[in-house]
Nanobody, 119 residues
Framework: QVQLVESGGGLVQAGGSLRLSCVASRNIFAIGVMAWYRQAPGKQRELVATLTSGGSTNYADSVKGRFTISRDNAKNTMYLQMNSLNPEDTAAYYC?????????????WGQGTQVTVSS
């Protein structure tokens, strides 16, 4: 019942920046946990950052100080600002929203957007 669509990926040089966006078909980011994950070929999907409806954030050690997760509830959009990118950041990035509504657990995923950092 909720669709998430990522955008903003692309090819960048090492040291560059990208901002990923995730737009929800309905307002969902104000009532649960939002997250960004990434997955490279042959690798396990990795949690990159989380953002609660109360504004608390957590980051993987590998991206602390470089990535920032945020949201705009009015626009049903969440973001991942990525700075100082390096080739190890190359992966498909997925947005996620998780929580409960009407006693039902939800776990929504976007289709992913590819980030490639040249070396």
């Amino acid at each position: 019942q909720v669709q998430l669509v990522e955008s903003g990926g692309g090819l960048v040089q090492a040291g560059g920046s990208l901002r990923l966006s995730c737009v929800a078909s309905r307002n969902i980011f104000a009532i649960g946990v939002m997250a960004w994950y990434r997955q490279a070929p042959g690798k396990q999907r990795e949690l990159v950052a989380t953002l609660t409806s109360g504004g608390s954030t957590n980051y993987a050690d590998s991206v602390k100080g470089r990535f920032t997760i945020s949201r705009d509830n009015a626009k049903n959009t969440m973001y991942l600002q990525m700075n100082s990118l390096n080739p190890e950041d190359t992966a498909a990035y997925y947005c996620n929203a998780h929580g409960t509504v009407l006693r039902q657990e939800y776990d929504y995923w976007g289709q992913g957007t590819q980030v490639t950092v040249s070396s």
